[in-house]
């Protein structure tokens, strides 16, 4: 049967013309009716707490840890911290799986900074894949990069270096430049020594524009290690995936507008694309859990084809 739905999904204006395609601005809008099995994959009005999504200023016990979160984060993400991390995890010494090894593994992990959802990450994961899976159907890249995008958050775990959350999660940023006011608690990079440090708080910093966000350092965490991975294990997942995996916790950018001074022609090109993901990233954060037996088969044959069975992490 089908169902009828008042407003369509995945939506950022309402008044935006709802044709179901890829719109010129990268964005997508989708047809009012939906399929009763697909209804656990409509964006929610509200978060699983009862808010607007990426609401950073409700009072509640969430918004306070996540507000402790970013103090932490900004304070503590200086270029040579990010110089440090990269170092170290750019050995990929850690561990030797698969890619749906890692999967199980979120299973142990709670994101700290989202204000949205206190669930497992491997829903998340499969819920973003699910819905992107049923409006791009031929685009199995994108599929794949959905399942894959936070595979990064192991690193707070124990036989990853166990690194506090303000090192792994959370929404990312250029270190050796100005950090913007769009960043989200922007009053705690007054704490940051960087903030202080003439070769860094500019706007340009230690960067020129147009230089390409492949050669800008961001903030250490899990975009930047999954990436690490997925290149260096010759993964054949095409630009715009890796773009995604690498910035898709870079809101200032692909939701603020900011920092677009750095970004060269290709930059460009594939955030298309990650605006198309983030809609799906952001608003198919849900309660309704997707049955992973039934879906793994289509997942494993994604995995196989873009990746080697065993990877270095």
């Given at each position: 049967?089908?169902?009828?739905?008042?407003?369509?999904?995945?939506?950022?204006?309402?008044?935006?013309?709802?044709?179901?395609?890829?719109?010129?601005?990268?964005?997508?809008?989708?047809?009012?009716?939906?399929?009763?099995?697909?209804?656990?994959?409509?964006?929610?009005?509200?978060?699983?707490?009862?808010?607007?999504?990426?609401?950073?200023?409700?009072?509640?016990?969430?918004?306070?840890?996540?507000?402790?979160?970013?103090?932490?984060?900004?304070?503590?993400?200086?270029?040579?911290?990010?110089?440090?991390?990269?170092?170290?995890y750019g050995k990929l010494d850690k561990k030797v799986m698969s890619i749906w090894e890692c999967c199980e593994l979120l299973n142990e992990v709670v994101d700290e900074s989202d204000p949205d959802?206190?669930?497992?990450?491997?829903?998340?994961?499969?819920?973003?894949?699910?819905?992107?899976?049923?409006?791009?159907?031929?685009?199995?890249?994108?599929?794949?990069?959905?399942?894959?995008?936070?595979?990064?958050?192991?690193?707070?775990?124990?036989?990853?270096?166990?690194?506090?959350?303000?090192?792994?999660?959370?929404?990312?940023?250029?270190?050796?430049?100005?950090?913007?006011?769009?960043?989200?608690?922007?009053?705690?990079?007054?704490?940051?020594?960087?903030?202080?440090?003439?070769?860094?708080?500019?706007?340009?910093?230690?960067?020129?524009?147009?230089?390409?966000?492949?050669?800008?350092?961001?903030?250490?965490?899990?975009?930047?290690?999954?990436?690490?991975?997925?290149?260096?294990?010759?993964?054949?997942?095409p630009s715009a995936g890796q773009f995604i995996i690498r910035y898709h916790s870079f809101y200032p950018l692909h939701t603020a507008g900011e920092y677009t001074h750095l970004m060269n022609e290709?930059?460009?090109?594939?955030?298309?694309?990650?605006?198309?993901?983030?809609?799906?990233?952001?608003?198919?954060?849900?309660?309704?859990?997707?049955?992973?037996?039934?879906?793994?088969?289509?997942?494993?044959?994604?995995?196989?084809?873009?990746?080697?069975e065993s990877l270095k992490w």
């Amino acid at each position: 049967m089908t169902i009828s739905i008042e407003k369509p999904i995945f939506v950022t204006d309402k008044n935006e013309d709802k044709t179901g395609e890829l719109r010129s601005d990268g964005r997508f809008s989708m047809p009012n009716i939906a399929t009763e099995e697909e209804v656990a994959l409509l964006a929610p009005e509200m978060n699983a707490f009862g808010r607007q999504f990426r609401d950073y200023d409700a009072k509640s016990e969430r918004q306070k840890s996540v507000e402790e979160f970013y103090s932490l984060q900004h304070i503590n993400q200086t270029v040579d911290f990010v110089k440090k991390m990269r170092a170290e995890y750019g050995k990929l010494d850690k561990k030797v799986m698969s890619i749906w090894e890692c999967c199980e593994l979120l299973n142990e992990v709670v994101d700290e900074s989202d204000p949205d959802l206190d669930e497992p990450q491997i829903q998340h994961l499969l819920q973003s894949a699910e819905a992107i899976r049923k409006d791009y159907p031929n685009e199995d890249w994108l599929h794949l990069t959905a399942l894959i995008h936070d595979l990064g958050k192991v690193i707070t775990l124990p036989q990853f270096g166990g690194l506090p959350q303000w090192a792994t999660v959370g929404d990312t940023f250029p270190v050796g430049c100005a950090f913007d006011e769009s960043n989200v608690h922007h009053k705690y990079f007054l704490e940051n020594p960087d903030f202080h440090n003439q070769a860094y708080n500019t706007k340009n910093g230690i960067y020129t524009e147009g230089c390409g966000l492949n050669n800008v350092m961001m903030s250490w965490g899990h975009d930047d290690y999954m990436y690490m991975v997925v290149k260096e294990n010759r993964s054949t997942l095409p630009s715009a995936g890796q773009f995604i995996i690498r910035y898709h916790s870079f809101y200032p950018l692909h939701t603020a507008g900011e920092y677009t001074h750095l970004m060269n022609e290709e930059d460009k090109r594939n955030l298309k694309w990650l605006h198309v993901f983030n809609q799906y990233d952001l608003y198919s954060k849900s309660k309704v859990h997707v049955d992973v037996e039934k879906v793994k088969p289509y997942y494993m044959s994604l995995i196989k084809k873009y990746f080697p069975e065993s990877l270095k992490w």
